[in-house]
């Protein structure tokens, strides 16, 4: 795709296409995760593969990220224990890794997230890599989604173990919504973003380290 702000749509419509309808729900039912072995939550990654959010980025010079920063994109920083991570994130697979409620790719935002990021890029053979979120990224706030999961999960006929699905795995249940990212408030000076879509980001050529 050659359009730089070109971000995947989503190819489910929730309000056609149950959940119970996807093709990662007739793969692995109900069952909460899949796959306890893999580094990876594989429920919600097969959700990301199936809207079409795993493409790859738009990877930018330093330069041109702080043009696209100064017009007002979220900043955001990753830290990895491995570079060869970095590079994954810039034209490998996608690594959705696991996180309490949210799975996703991580990364920090706020003045204190470099800080952060680096914290994690110490380790091993680690750096740091710098993206933004691009205009236009469909984003929701942490505890809108746990409300609208509250909600929807109330609506799925009296099956427990679905109702628990989609309330737990709230990675998943995003990347079925749609959303490019999901913003999670910890911290008054450093957020975090939850990446579900990989076209919604901007990623620097350059490591920080």
Do not use: C
């Not at 490998?92 to 994690?120: P, Q």
């Not at 809108?144 to 999960?153: F, G, N, V």
């Not at 699905?165 to 919504?177: I, K």
Request: proline share 5%.
């Amino acid at each position: 795709m050659n359009d730089p702000d070109w971000i995947a749509p989503p190819r489910i419509d929730p309000s056609t296409t149950p959940f119970t309808e996807t093709r990662a729900f007739r793969r692995y039912g109900v069952t909460e995760d899949p796959d306890p072995d893999s580094p990876e939550a594989q429920y919600t990654k097969r959700l990301i593969r199936e809207q079409g959010f795993d493409g790859l980025p738009h990877v930018v010079s330093q330069r041109e990220l702080d043009l696209y920063v100064a017009a007002g994109e979220v900043e955001l920083y990753r830290g990895v224990t491995d570079r060869r991570f970095a590079e994954q994130l810039r034209t490998g697979d996608f690594f959705i890794g696991r996180g309490g409620l949210l799975d996703g790719l991580f990364a920090a935002s706020g003045r204190d997230a470099l800080a952060v990021a680096r914290e994690y890029g110490a380790r091993g053979d680690g750096t740091v890599t710098r993206m933004t979120l691009k205009r236009g990224a469909r984003i929701i706030d942490a505890a809108e989604l746990e409300a609208e999961a509250r909600s929807d999960s109330q609506s799925v006929g009296g099956r427990a173990e679905l109702t628990y699905l989609l309330y737990t795995e709230l990675g998943a249940y995003a990347a079925y919504r749609g959303f490019a990212a999901v913003h999670v408030v910890e911290f008054p000076d450093t957020d975090h973003y939850v990446i579900l879509n990989r076209t919604a980001l901007r990623v620097q050529r350059e490591n920080l380290r």
